[in-house]
């Protein structure tokens, strides 16, 4: 005799297990800097403090055009130094820059035209 399974009680079953998985969460975008954007003076130390950062989110960089510039640099080394000489990712065109976070790691950012001196520079954790 063939088994029948119980339909009712498999769409229950069902529904649950779609109803405790975890739903894909939608990309945000940050600005770096918040309202103060990317300039001098900004405490970029503490500003990714209050964030959570994942894989397909978005850092937008705003900033005055002809002053400042985005570059990524490799690691904590070239960060601390202020090095921009091997730079991942370099950007100075327009009035600000977009960058996806796209794999877990910290990223380093820093500013290449002197103000990285004086704390012109962010890193952020992506988890």
Not at 27 to 39: L, P, Q, S, T, Y
Not at 40 to 63: E, I, R, S
Not at 98 to 105: A, D, E, I, R, S
Request: hydrophobic fraction near 40%; include cysteine; glycine fraction near 6%.
């Amino acid at each position: 005799m063939a088994v029948t399974p119980n339909l009712p009680l498999l769409l229950l079953a069902t529904s649950l297990l779609l109803a405790a998985a975890p739903l894909p969460s939608a990309a945000e975008k940050f600005v770096v800097g918040d309202k103060k954007n990317w300039a001098p003076n900004v405490n970029y130390t503490t500003w990714p403090d209050q964030y959570h950062f994942h894989v397909g989110d978005w850092l937008q960089f705003n900033y005055a055009k002809g002053m400042y510039d985005v570059v990524q640099v490799a690691n904590q080394t070239a960060y601390d130094k202020c090095d921009p000489s091997n730079p991942l990712v370099s950007y100075d065109r327009g009035r600000g820059f977009v960058f996806q976070l796209n794999y877990t790691g910290r990223y380093y950012f820093i500013c290449s035209r002197g103000y990285c001196w004086s704390g012109m520079k962010v890193t952020v954790l992506v988890e």
